[in-house]
């Protein structure tokens, strides 16, 4: 298939390593972040979202912090596997029903 | 059961060409929405369904671009008179009610290379 994110920022961590992906978002009014993992020839897929009421929210091996103050997003994975490998995207819904999604940047895991 | 799927997963179009790029989204999903990803960035929003009816198509490029979900299933982009720089991934996704927290579940995309 073909290679997503091909000029993207590169975080490289050792496999069992924790991983923290780091995302800037523009618009103040935006209420709904969400963070998308998108493997090469494959649509993003849904990981975990926040809602601006909270700070915090935990998954499996997944946390997303919520900083309104200056407008930042991160996405921190536990005990990085090699499937984690790919290209995450947050994402920030502010009205309606679309999805505005930042550059991304690509997680690679090392064996 | 089955995803979100488009076809053709790829398509080279010559300048000019007209192509038809198709979305199946998930049964009983009354949302879909387009989306355009050009190489090393995220996608960017087209157009949204709410069963037949769409509405918002803000984010359409340019007036050769055109979507249609005539009976609140399949959807249809349509881009007229391709260009070069309409190259790119093209994205669909579908959620189960026109609510804004509802997730999105995207299809694998269709590659449009225009030559």
């Known amino acids: 298939g073909e290679s997503v994110g091909l000029h993207l920022p590169t975080l490289s961590v050792q496999e069992g390593d924790n991983s923290i992906i780091n995302c800037a978002y523009s618009?103040?009014?935006?209420?709904?972040f969400i963070w998308y993992k998108q493997e090469s020839g494959k649509g993003p897929q849904f990981i975990i979202d926040i809602r601006s009421n909270m700070d915090k929210r935990q998954g499996q091996r997944v946390t997303v912090l919520l900083n309104k103050t200056v407008k930042h997003l991160s996405l921190q994975i536990a005990a990085t596997q090699p499937g984690d490998s790919a290209v995450y995207f947050c994402?920030?819904?502010?009205?309606?029903?679309?999805?505005?999604f930042g550059g991304g940047t690509r997680l690679m895991v090392k064996p | 059961g089955a995803g979100v799927s488009q076809s053709p997963r790829y398509k080279v179009a010559k300048r000019g060409q007209d192509v038809a790029l198709r979305c199946d989204p998930i049964s009983g999903h009354v949302s879909l929405f387009w989306y355009q990803q050009a190489l090393g960035q995220g996608p960017e929003f087209l157009t949204y369904?709410?069963?037949?009816?769409?509405?918002?198509k803000s984010g359409l490029p340019s007036d050769r671009f055109f979507a249609e979900r005539p009976e609140g299933s399949v959807s249809t982009l349509k881009i007229q008179r391709t260009q070069q720089e309409d190259s790119a991934v093209y994205l669909c996704?579908?959620?189960?009610?026109?609510?804004?927290?509802?997730?999105?579940?995207f299809g694998p995309g269709t590659r449009l290379t225009v030559l």
């Open positions: 996704a579908s959620s189960t009610r026109g609510m804004r927290y509802n997730e999105q579940f």
């Open positions: 994402a920030e819904n502010n009205a309606g029903n679309m999805l505005t």
């Open positions: 369904f709410q069963n037949e009816a769409q509405l918002d």
């Open positions: 618009n103040s009014a935006s209420d709904y």
